[in-house]
């Protein structure tokens, strides 16, 4: 016998159930079958008290299920009739009612009326068991067993749909309502305990979310009045918290895990401790409360309650809330395992890259970063914009392979160690050597590639050094765009392999335009193909705005990621653009002082020229004192001429250099020291110094705010 076939073919002598409403689309899984237009119910005929049969023919039923004992080789056997039986005949002016269908495979024949409740309700559309009528247009009860696996199984797949709590509380919300039961509220712990960690305090739930079947007004006949909710699924303030009474009703009920109907003495001191002694529950078993048990402990707790016009709970509907429960309370400790994760991956990744971008002198800037998915925001692509002297700024953009955890975490490891080189000042083409050393040491696997670029707002030059990088590309002022050839070299890793720098022309307006090969390359295209589609997107941009204007540095980054299409989010993306505006000539003074004892004089006296031919003789006193003050510093110990320049920009800037490579301290002067006050009086007049050790010696500076 094949008892699949019984199970697809069931008769109706089973108890009805609470299920899911035909015209509710999320019960759809759980509807009984209606009869067809074509083929009527067919009506019950009278019957006798003493077992006599009617003049109706017997309906055939399988062998295995009604099945006299002694009854063999799948011969169906005929049932008798009896007044108010659930197993009735069709009547005899029925045509062709007699009539059994044709036998399927396997020797089991199809029941007339397959999968129908035949004679679950009576003249007046009461319900035959339960004497109710159901709810016009309202779910259905769920008549056999199978209804309730099939329930279980689509219900399990909803909520496991959901990859963070709200999605899975709301899966858990919309599977039961109005299916299994009327409303249902969910309340957690607060806060929810991630992993093996041992939560602290007291046991506190709050309520996450409630659902309903909506209704035009507040039933006073016994119903919980559920507050209509909004898509936040908080009910009312009142009813919010509630905390778990050690050794109480409620925490009894949630130790025990298990399911149980609202009627049982356990479950009637613990609801008015969760919901408050003013709110009421319906009579009888309409109630289920179910605590949500996670991995390691009670996370939560699930009410699901129904109508007086709808029948109530069976012990059944007990292990369906059961399942429910147990798949949400896991799915909840994965989304919380998940969110924990997720908000590493992004603190770790916001470390990682600049939270804010500098402001040197003769240079704006503007970035983007792009993760390679939402649900893989962390990755190996960085970017950097570094101040150096003399009023340059290095400007770095790198990728490590692929884009994981551990990519992100030797990104960040070769970042600063590309700022520790910048801060010592080695031109690009050692800074790359050095990078290569230190991914070596992390591992031989360990490879990135790296483009280095120092950009010199006074000589508008640019040296740019590559490691295997895409070439960055350079948008004139005109609206030209052009790829910058600048040697490939190998990426950093390989270990053993020179790097070449390039000196090029920055002009004032031009945009440099620095990238990851995320933006460039997809499985759709190659990289020079995407580096020329670049370039025209840039060319296209630039004429919107006229050959005088270059275009804005946010919306120009803005335009650029419009070109990725659907299927080019391959990678994770960083984007630098660096607009050059330059220091003009005639905003620069620069000399040369020998180091002697009328060092200092000379150089207050060609400050004080400077100032007057820029009309800025109010700063005339403290740019001399200053001056004066670090330039004798500087004398005092070098042995090559002394350098002074000053910068006027939107401040004014001092910069005083020589070959002496110890950065000078700041300290307190004891009251008989002759010396040891001119770096006191720099900290105190000056509005920024500092002082940057270079390859060649130092060079201390300092800012005054203009007018």
Known sequence: M??????????????????????????????????LPSAPAPALPAQTRTGGVSAAPSVPL???????????????????????????????????????RPVPEGGIPVQPGAGQDRASHLPGGKDRRSGQTPPPHGPMPMRRDGDRLRFVGAATRRIARGIDLDEIVMGL???????????????????????????????????????????????DDGILPVPAVENSGVADRSNELCEVLPGGALAEVLRGVRPVFADAPAARAALPEL???????????????????GRRRVIGAALFLRRPERPAFEADDLLVAAQLATHSALGIDKAVLYGREAYIADELQRTMLPETLPNPTGVRLASRYLPAAETARVGGDWYDAIPLPGSRVALVVGDVMGHSMTSAAIMGQLRTTAQTLAGLDLPPQEVL???????????????????????????????IANAGHPPPVLLHLGGRAEVLRVPAGAPIGVGGVDFEAVELDAPAGATLLLYTDGLVESRLRDVWTGIEQLREKLAATAQLTGADHPPPLEALCDEVLDMLGPGDRDDDIALLAARFDGIAPSDVAYWFLEPEDAAPGRARRLARRALARWGMEELTDSVELLVSEVVTNAVRYASRPVTLRLLRTD????????????????????????????????????????ATRLSTGKVVWFELNRG
Do not use: K
Request: glycine fraction near 8%.
């Open 651 to 690: 401040v004014l800037r001092c910069e005083v250099g020589d070959d002496v490579p110890q950065l000078p301290r700041l300290r307190q002067a004891r009251a008989t020291d002759e010396g040891g006050r001119g770096l006191y009086l720099v900290n105190r007049l000056a509005r920024r110094w500092g």
């Open 2 to 35: 094949d008892s699949t076939r019984v199970t697809e073919h069931p008769t109706s002598h089973e108890r009805p159930q609470a299920g899911a409403g035909p015209a509710d689309p999320r019960g759809a899984l759980l509807r009984t079958p209606e009869p």
């Open 173 to 219: 919300c919309r599977a039961t309502v109005p299916t299994f039961s009327d409303t249902i509220l969910v309340y957690l712990r607060d806060p929810l305990p991630v992993g093996d960690e041992r939560p602290t305090g007291p046991l506190v739930l709050r309520l996450r979310r409630t659902d309903r079947i909506p209704q035009e007004r507040d039933l």
């Open 62 to 100: 399988p062998c295995a299920q009604h099945g006299a004992p002694g009854n063999q080789g799948g011969t169906p056997t005929p049932l008798p009739a009896a007044d108010g039986a659930e197993h009735s005949q069709p009547a005899a002016d029925e045509p062709d009612a007699h009539r059994p």
């Open 433 to 463: 050597h050095h990078l290569d050393e230190q991914a070596q040491r992390l591992g031989t696997d360990r490879m990135a590639t790296c483009l280095y670029a120092v950009y010199d707002p006074v000589a508008h030059r640019i040296t």
């Open 275 to 293: 919901l408050g002694d003013d709110l009421a529950i319906p009579p009888g078993q309409r109630a289920i409360l179910a605590p949500l048990r």
